[in-house]
T-cell receptor, first 119, second 112 residues
Framework: GAVVSQHPSWVICKSGTSVKIECRSL??????MFWYRQFPKQSLMLMAT?????????EQGVEKDKFLINHASLTLSTLTVTSAHPEDSSFYIC???????????????FGPGTRLTVL | RKEVEQDPGPFNVPEGATVAFNCTYS??????FFWYRQDCRKEPKLLMS???SGNEDGRFTAQLNRASQYISLLIRDSKLSDSATYLC?????????????FGTGTQLKVEL
């Protein structure tokens, strides 16, 4: 299956700093990448959908100025958590989708996730 | 009402047991359904898609009941390695593109 990498695996930072998380599709070109957040014992919640070369589409309640998404190439999307606070501590997971025009649904391949702890 | 609802469990079963999980979804226009498996502190991984006619993959059987808007997953001859959280996932293709809606998951613990 397709491989998606995510870096860093975990990060601990001080309140007020910014953290960048990278999501890469290693063996395929991802026309769309998704960013999710998962709090303990809760479901994955979609934060935003990122299409290569265009602005990300954010879900309701997700601040676009706080969670900056850049999808500059077909293999890389980045999520920057700006001015992080303790309540931003969570498990951030990206997924990547390869677009096959003959398939109405294209499987999303998930990265291993980034565990962010803000002190 | 949540878009996708699951009993969080945990379900503790002995090795070799048969166990079933159900999941209900609220959007009757949903088009695609999946079961994902998530191990502790790991990313979710696709276990199987769920087709209208029901489908089987080894020890795993998935069924869809559109009229009642529920999905089930049956695991036969459970193994210790089946211990994980099973996520019910729905894709409301109509107007929703390729966005996936995840349930909170049902935790399974298989014991000796």
């Amino acid at each position: 299956g397709a491989v998606v990498s995510q870096h860093p695996s975990w990060v601990i930072c001080k309140s007020g700093t910014s953290v960048k998380i990278e999501c890469r599709s290693l063996d395929f070109q991802a026309t769309t990448m998704f960013w999710y957040r998962q709090f303990p014992k809760q479901s994955l919640m979609l934060m935003a959908t990122s299409n290569e070369g265009s602005k990300a589409t954010y879900e309701q309640g997700v601040e676009k100025d706080k969670f900056l998404i850049n999808h500059a190439s077909l293999t890389l999307s980045t999520l920057t958590v700006t001015s992080a606070h303790p309540e931003d501590s969570s498990f951030y997971i990206c997924s990547a989708r390869y677009h096959d025009r003959g398939n109405s649904y294209n499987e999303q391949f998930f990265g291993p996730g980034t565990r962010l702890t803000v002190l | 009402r949540k878009e996708v609802e699951q009993d969080p469990g945990p379900f503790n079963v002995p090795e070799g047991a048969t166990v079933a999980f159900n999941c209900t979804y609220s959007n009757s226009a949903s088009q695609s359904f999946f079961w994902y498996r998530q191990d502790c502190r790991k990313e979710p991984k696709l276990l199987m898609s769920v087709y209208s006619s029901g489908n089987e993959d080894g020890r795993f059987t998935a069924q869809l009941n559109r009229a009642s808007q529920y999905i089930s997953l049956l695991i036969r001859d459970s193994k210790l390695s089946d211990s994980a959280t099973y996520l019910c996932v729905v894709n409301p293709l109509t107007g929703g593109g390729n966005k996936l809606t995840f349930g909170t998951g049902t935790q399974l613990k298989v014991e000796l």
